[in-house]
């Protein structure tokens, strides 16, 4: 068995790179069992996972930062492997046996803790880091994210190869609830080139497709955007990463719409895919975060040319964001547009159902805001903005909407300094206010344009009523 474990651990990789994700998942937990790692062969629950968790948690708490930073070196040639293995499989669940990879992660820092540490440990606790955040603690999990980086220091002389899989977990999992998203820009470029040097092309690619998830939120101008979708798509096709690949196709498409390159910005078909073809080929794939990912990043293009309805539609169809992506963008942006989709019809049609998504959505905004406001304020004061002005509180709904085109502004959001003036906009004209609305309507309009969505920006100059 032992002389077989490099052959596994191929096999492994080449099913990952055929789309074989759930064969290699299967095949990485037998080998696993053969080196005394079993896991459960039920899918594990939620009460499963917490307990697993809160084992973790009990044991990384007996040590110091120093003492975990310190840790002795992995002796023990079964765990080494094991590690090997459990690091693979990440990958695996991360996109076809999410159910699992609470567990994966977990075990590896199970394994550091009681074995000591190996060149893999430094990712096991980015992404024991990663469900802290998940689990509400924020806090732990920008400690561990910071011990994995200076752990990875701490080994670098054993290899680089984890470098690439511990800057996607730190600064896509961990950073983003705890700091400015821009300053995650530059370190997701570092780990796309330190992958790329040390052949580690699945977290390569991963850390680039995140770099440009990032950049988009940051209000990168969207040809400049594009143009990088387009390269960096095709750089992970050709490297036979396929589902990454297929992530930043969706993204590029969806910029390509804002842009105004496409018949009907609400759908997803136009130069980079074709919508019905990507689901259909993901639906027969069983790549249920792919058709998820469809569907968010439509919930964000109908919200945005006003079809609340559809936006509606897509967001609960992507609702389960949270356990396809975790602790990522995505769940971040999903909390936002819910929020906004449910105001927007709660508005439309008067009815109070909406209301429960929006403080949903608030409560979620207003929990992220304690520990990175430069990211999440702005966006929970137009909610709250929204909020108002649906329950007819103009004075503090004017104030919200000022104060969230303030935030939005100050820290570097282009994208939502237009999202706000536009609904402000909105408001101050059912108020009759026509005077500031026009002028609201155009601060939108020139926000639109700088960022480069064209199409939104000729939405608004036709449709608005001045």
């Known amino acids: 068995f032992y002389d077989k474990l490099r052959a596994y651990a191929t096999l492994i990789d080449a099913l990952v790179a055929q789309e074989k994700s759930s064969e290699a998942a299967d095949l990485g937990f037998d080998v696993l069992a053969h080196l005394g790692e079993s896991f459960p062969d039920s899918t594990p629950d939620e009460s499963m996972i917490f307990a697993d968790y809160t084992k973790t948690k009990q044991m990384i708490e007996t040590k110091t930062g120093d003492m975990l930073l310190n840790l002795h070196l992995m002796q023990d040639k079964n765990k ?198 990507l689901l259909r080929d993901a639906t027969e794939n069983k790549n249920s975060l792919l058709v998820c990912l469809v569907y968010f990043h439509r919930m964000r293009l109908a919200y945005t040319f006003g079809d609340y309805h559809l936006a509606a539609e897509m967001a609960e169809k992507s609702r389960d964001i949270d356990r396809k992506k975790p602790s990522t963008i995505e769940v971040w942006m999903h909390a936002f547009y819910d929020g906004l989709t449910a105001l927007a019809l709660a508005h439309q049609t008067k009815q109070m159902k909406w209301m429960f998504i929006a403080d949903e959505s608030i409560k979620k905004l207003k929990k992220w805001s304690l520990h990175a406001p430069s990211n999440f304020q702005h966006q929970q004061v137009l909610l709250e903005a929204e909020y108002a002005f649906f329950m007819g509180k103009k004075k503090k709904a004017s104030t919200a909407y000022e104060l969230s085109i303030s935030l939005a502004r100050q820290n570097g959001f282009i994208q939502d300094q237009a999202l706000a003036c536009e609904r402000a906009a909105i408001f101050f004209f059912e108020y009759d206010d026509k005077s500031k609305a026009s002028i609201l309507y155009g601060e939108a309009h020139n926000c639109y344009l700088s960022w480069g969505a064209k199409g939104k920006a000729d939405q608004i100059r036709e449709q608005s009523p001045f």
């Open 80 to 277: 080494v492997a094991a590690m090997q293995f459990l690091k693979s499989m990440f990958f695996c669940t991360y996109f076809f046996k999410q159910e699992f990879l609470p567990l994966t992660t977990f075990r590896m820092t199970q394994v550091s803790l009681s074995h000591g540490v190996c060149k893999e440990s430094p990712f096991a606790f980015a992404g024991y880091g990663m469900f802290c955040c998940i689990f509400g603690d924020i806090k732990a999990g920008y400690r561990y994210g910071q011990l994995a980086i200076g752990l990875l220091e701490r080994l670098k002389s054993l290899g680089q190869e984890s470098f690439a899989r511990v800057y996607i977990s730190v600064y896509a999992g961990i950073n983003i609830w705890n700091e400015h998203i821009k300053l995650t820009l530059d370190p997701l470029l570092q780990g796309y080139r330190c992958g790329l040097r040390v052949g580690d092309n699945e977290y390569s690619m991963a850390n680039v497709q995140t770099y440009c998830t990032h950049s988009y939120q940051c209000g990168k101008e969207l040809s400049l955007l594009e143009k990088e979708l387009k390269a960096y798509s095709q750089q992970m096709f050709e490297f036979k990463q396929v589902i990454v690949g297929q992530l930043t196709t969706i993204h590029r498409q969806a910029v390509l719409n804002l842009m105004g390159c496409s018949k009907d910005p609400t759908q997803l078909t136009g130069d980079a895919m074709d919508q019905e073809m």
